[in-house]
């Protein structure tokens, strides 16, 4: 068998966890998107809401969102670590699918949790009762497998230099502490469900979470992907500009503000920039060919988020949209359309080139474009929501052929989905019995 045989085997074979978080992703990305299917069509017929019981609206709506957090969005990242980690490379790799097991039953027994109306109350801090103690459970068994696979691959020199290896201990001494903090923040008694202190998010806080996320899509795709040759200058001004606008925001007013003070707006807008220099530092590093397009969308999914988000923020605009339709359309442009594009473009980077599982034309666009349909549907809906609040409730033409769209646009989500599922399921199955062909072949010779 050639080298290049070697090789594919090991894309396919060797990072069975990695493949194994991803297929549990998608997996519950698709039963999230069917969830939502419903759920949309409850809002447009609330009367039936009767036929689910005790399971009503207020309960599915809560495992839905959970699921998208921490199933979809949750579990790449368990990918994304162990291949950080080099656990595919390790003595612990057997563990690794047993983890992404245990992960996706704590999201089993917390949906049964919430569906029997068992809940803190905090919002994607649901945790409670045995769900509350098995959801730790899940993430500390992930930590001991990352700190074995971090302690062999020192001894085994995978890692030269004390900057690599700092690189890979120092999150594993704060990751220590996220499920004794999940168990405990979980709490409904800890602190209330809102605080009265606050009139809610400046501009200031807006900015800070917005940076924080800009310094985590500068690292991530390092633990996957190399800088081309040349592009270590633009990567360091990126961080430069991320350092000055810290400074910049940490002499804002954090305290209680109105967003129609200027230094709120205005200093919410040195997200603007990142329009530009997001896109410049990923071209910057060396992705796998067939990335290209989810690399685009994600791209143009973050410029959209960016720039909307400063325009919803504004004196009048915000005014008009805040608690309603409009802000959800904001949502999915950063879960649904940003952030998965992101998880995509990830995944297929660790995957390799050879996989298929995210290829597939038709639910790209499908995906894409419906997310699309959904964002502009609530933008439209939660303006008129704003001049007249009865529009989302009293039934009507306008507010049932918006309602009626979203439910389409939920319908092409849910197809998409489904293709990845079972793209990813096909080419799990393929590369275990490349595995075994290969393994077989070796004792032969």
Known sequence: MTSADESSVSVAGASSGVRSAFVHALFWLALMNAMGVMLSVLLMAPADNHLLGEWTYGRWMMVHMNLGLYGWCGLPMLGLLFEAYGVAESRVQRWARPVVWLWSASLVVGSVSWFNGETSGKLFLDWAGTARIFFPLSMQALWLLLVLAFVEGVRARRWTGWLPIAVRGVPLLLL???????????????????????????????LES??????????????????????????????????????????????????????????????????????????????????????????????????????????????????????????????????????????????GPDQQIFRSRWAFMAWNHSVLLYVVLMFVAGWIEGGNPGFTIVPGVGRNLIYGLRVLSGLGMFAASMEWLLAAWRTSAEGLVRKSMFTATKEVA
């Not at 310094?215 to 350092?243: H, S």
């Not at 988020?305 to 802000?327: E, M, N, Q, S």
Request: glycine share 10%; hydrophobic share 55%; with cysteine.
């Open 210 to 351: 917005s940076l924080a996320v800009v310094a985590i899509l500068l690292l991530l795709p390092l633990a996957v992907v190399k800088l081309r040759q040349g592009a270590a200058k633009g990567f360091a001004l990126a961080w430069g500009v991320l350092a000055v606008e810290g400074v910049l925001c940490a002499l804002m007013n954090h305290a209680d503000s109105s967003h129609r003070d200027p230094v709120q707006y205005l200093g919410l807008a040195l997200m603007l920039p990142w329009i530009i220099l997001l896109p410049r530092v990923y071209a910057g590093f060396a992705w796998h060919e067939g990335t290209d397009a989810w690399r685009r969308a994600f791209l143009a999914w973050w410029m959209g988020l960016v720039l909307t988000g400063w325009i919803v923020f504004l004196p009048g605009v915000l005014d008009r949209l805040k608690f309603t339709d409009g802000l959800v359309g904001h949502s999915l442009t950063a879960i649904a359309g940003c952030l998965s594009a992101f998880l995509v473009l990830v995944m297929q980077q660790m995957l």
């Open 176 to 206: 220590v502490v996220v499920p004794a903090a999940i168990y405990v923040t979980a709490s409904a008694a800890l602190y209330p469900h809102f605080n009265p202190d606050t009139g809610g998010p400046t501009g200031a806080s807006q």
